[in-house]
């Protein structure tokens, strides 16, 4: 498969706030971009500095080399690839999509299939980072599909991510990414410790900063203890409704595959609550606050 480059034609379908940014360092990395996304106003920017706009996917699509999505959930991808108007029957064969979706790997599996039978490779890309990564390029892509469309994408993924692994066939990427939100979930943890803290009358904020001098380290610790000392909750850097559905994904192929994962299933259980209360729309940190109303306390603040 020749490799794409600079000056190649790619589509980007799904300019939320990760897509437009990654849209945005696609064009900026040299290859000629054509964008469709349900609201135009937010193709604007992209349009202003050179992008092709398209009334459709399969507009989108058509001389396209690379069609990569950036969208809410697998129905939404089988539209805009199989939907009227969609992005299949435009991709010439030998053209990859790549899919920066977070969606069930089965799913992934399927649609790939779907696209074989028309001689187009698909990459199932979810990807890590958050917004901040998106718009610095230094996102984690965790692959899976044809090793040797993996290899022909590979210009495109440098200027999206400064870290991508390649797990194995379709799917293989979004059973990564089902782990990656699985463990992102001790987000749970960190929200009892600080509540127990709380509690106990500690300055929270210094007891985070000692744990983060600690083995209780994370990622998790770092930035999202922060946003739930700080209660920034509006506007999300990741709503707790995606991470309902992401953990939705995770339980169902820990399932899938025999494992044993409890913690999984009691966050379920607490993203659960928080659409029940209407909080979906809120960072997935207000996690956080719910404990600490469970706790008996008001909230958490540094």
């Given amino acids: 498969m020749t490799p794409l480059a600079p000056g190649d034609r790619v589509a980007f379908i799904g300019l939320g706030t990760m897509g437009a940014a990654m849209a945005a360092n696609i064009s900026r990395a040299g290859f000629r ?75 992934a599996s399927r649609v790939a299939a779907m696209l074989a039978e028309r001689g187009v490779a698909m990459l199932d890309s979810p ?21 040797s469309a993996f290899a022909a994408a590979s210009a495109l993924f440098s200027a999206v991510a400064r870290t991508v692994t390649h797990l194995g066939p379709a799917g293989s990427g979004q059973v990564c990414k089902a782990a990656n939100q699985l463990i992102c979930a001790t987000m749970q943890a960190v929200a ?22 600690g083995s209780a380290r994370s990622a998790v610790l770092e930035t999202h203890a922060l946003r739930m000392l700080e209660q920034r909750f509006s506007p999300p ?59 008996g306390l008001a909230g958490v603040q540094g």
């Fill in 127 to 147: 990807v890590s980072g958050g917004p901040m990564g998106a718009v610095q390029a230094t996102l984690t892509c965790m692959v899976g599909g044809d090793r």
């Fill in 237 to 295: 850097a990741f709503r707790a409704g995606l991470m309902r559905k992401d953990i939705r994904i995770a339980l169902a192929a820990a399932q899938v595959h025999g494992v044993f994962a409890p913690a999984t299933a009691h966050a379920a259980q607490m993203f659960e609550a928080l659409a029940n209360q209407g909080r979906d729309g809120e960072d997935c940190t207000v996690l956080g606050q719910l404990v600490a109303e469970l706790s």
């Fill in 33 to 107: 971009l054509a964008v469709h996304t349900r609201t135009r106003a937010r193709a604007e920017a992209l349009v202003a500095s050179g992008a092709l706009w398209a009334e459709t996917p399969g507009e989108a699509a058509r001389e396209a080399r690379a069609l990569c999505l950036s969208l809410p959930d697998a129905a939404d991808v089988k539209a805009v690839l199989f939907g009227a108007g969609g992005a299949a029957e435009a991709l010439a064969p030998g053209s990859i999509v790549i899919d920066f979706s977070t969606i069930a790997p089965e799913e």
């Fill in 192 to 213: 009892e410790g600080l509540a127990l803290g709380a509690r106990a009358g500690l300055d929270v904020a210094a007891m985070r900063e000692a744990l983060l001098c």
